[in-house]
């Protein structure tokens, strides 16, 4: 049902016998809108995903376990079906002598959607409407055990890099355009004492840092051919919220 095409593979390799492990996996998901876009008869919605892993699991000593992964993910989604009421609309209001007018109750169902999928030229080199992500998260981990207990130190790096296009008059012309830049950066430490499980009193004692670190650049344009010039900020926004490694 609309082209859903989803594709997985692992494979785990023993690069040393009991010493070093290579593990490898790979997803590759994609699907079409539910919706056509009466412009260009394309459809709305569109998503694919593309996320690639790799770990190298390593025991050089009895007592020390070490442990790397780095998972990559790329997201490429296409404009979304997207509507708006028009002014003649609006039902309800004005209230209290005021002047603006609002909708109240069910919003109508949209039978057709007529919006731009692809951007005329810019110097800003977008070529088409939609989400697109390129997020990594790099992991490692170091676990030694010391006179029955476990000292557990992990590092962590996740970095994310999307861009949303959005057709912000919702018509088939070009006429207003918005585009978001957003980059997330995290960085966390954690250091943990574990007791032995097989004791009577058990605990779990540790330390955690977090750095985080978020900018976000918005801009909208009358015309894509001058999408550098005579910018104006805008909320920030994202068609799919950044949960890859949930």
Request: aromatic share 10%; charged share 25%.
């Amino acid at each position: 049902e609309r082209n859903l095409r989803e594709f997985t593979a692992s494979a785990s390799v023993p690069v040393v016998d009991d010493r070093l492990f290579l593990r490898a996996s790979l997803r590759d998901f994609s699907t079409d809108g539910a919706f056509t876009n009466n412009v260009d008869r394309r459809t709305l919605g569109d998503q694919s995903s593309t996320t690639f892993s790799m770990a190298l699991i390593a025991r050089p000593f009895d007592w020390l376990d070490l442990t790397v992964r780095s998972t990559n993910r790329e997201d490429e989604d296409g404009p979304p079906a997207s509507a708006m009421l028009g002014a003649g609309d609006l039902n309800c209001g004005p209230f209290g002598g005021g002047t603006f007018r609002f909708y109240c109750g069910a919003i109508p169902a949209r039978a057709r959607f007529t919006l731009n999928s692809d951007a005329v030229a810019n110097v800003q080199e977008i070529d088409a409407f939609g989400f697109t992500r390129d997020a990594d998260l790099v992991t490692a981990q170091a676990a030694m055990d010391v006179l029955g207990h476990t000292i557990t130190l992990t590092a962590a790096r996740y970095t994310d890099d999307n861009r949303d296009v959005g057709d912000l008059d919702l018509t088939g012309i070009n006429r207003f355009a918005t585009v978001t830049y957003q980059t997330f950066e995290d960085d966390s430490v954690e250091l943990k004492l574990t007791s032995s499980a097989d004791q009577r009193l058990r605990y779990i004692v540790g330390a955690y840092a977090y750095e985080g670190r978020f900018t976000s650049n918005a801009f909208t344009t009358g015309s894509f051919t001058v999408l550098a010039g005579n910018l104006t900020g805008l909320p920030a926004f994202a068609s799919r919220a950044p949960d890859i490694f949930r």
